[in-house]
């Protein structure tokens, strides 16, 4: 009981996440999750309440590191396309990291997820919106700083930017060499980056 009662919930939740992240929803057992968090049945359930709000927590804990580090990159430039190109960029390395998947979690699970699994597929919907919008904050800014052009949408860019980035890191998760995933980020980057030249140009 006291091994129980000391669980740091914290690890066990990021146990869960990587469990969840490599084989999704439903090829994740309760006898897998025994095993990785070290739990019994019991004692998962009374920390978390039953798998379905254990995999709506890991998704939003996902989510919520995935947010930080891209204020932990955008914080790093003044101009907002630089460091949206940056992020981009850091996404090249993906096949180089020991991760339980190349492909997004939220976007496994929204693939996943059926009719049966309603809240947490409208969690991962949620989710990919927070993340859509911040890019579009984003490119709104880098529009009042006069870096983008004023003709452009804000809302189109950071939709399309977040298609992108999806794309790369399905694509990512084929057998490939990290060096086309590379080659393919910096394509991306750049492309971000010539939004600025663009808008710049249209100034003068």
């Not at 019991?42 to 995999?55: E, M, P, Q, R, V």
């Not at 790093?76 to 090249?92: E, I, N, Q």
């Not at 990291?97 to 699994?117: F, T």
Request: with cysteine; proline share 2%; hydrophobic share 45%.
């Amino acid at each position: 009981m006291a091994r129980t009662s000391n669980h740091n919930r914290q690890d066990s939740l990021d146990r869960a996440l990587q469990l969840f992240w490599q084989k999704g929803f439903h090829a994740t057992s309760l006898k897998d999750l025994e095993k990785a968090l070290d739990m019994r049945p019991g004692s998962i359930y009374a920390t978390f309440g039953n798998k379905d709000g254990l995999f709506q927590e890991s998704l939003e804990r996902y989510a919520r590191l995935g947010l930080a580090e891209l204020e932990r990159v955008l914080q790093a430039y003044d101009s907002p396309l630089t460091g949206l190109a940056a992020y981009v960029r850091k996404f090249g390395a993906l096949r180089e990291q020991e991760l339980p998947s190349c492909a997004c979690m939220l976007v496994k699970s929204l693939l996943e997820l059926g009719e049966r699994e309603q809240a947490a597929r409208r969690k991962a919907e949620e989710l990919l919106a927070a993340m859509e919008a911040r890019f579009t904050d984003r490119f709104a800014a880098a529009q009042r700083l006069g870096e983008l052009d004023s003709r452009l949408d804000p809302v189109r860019l950071g939709r399309r930017l977040q298609a992108e980035i999806m794309g790369l890191r399905a694509f990512a998760q084929r057998d490939v060499d990290s060096a086309a995933v590379r080659a393919l980020a910096e394509d991306m980057a750049v492309s971000l980056e010539a939004l600025r030249t663009e808008g710049v140009a249209h100034r003068h």
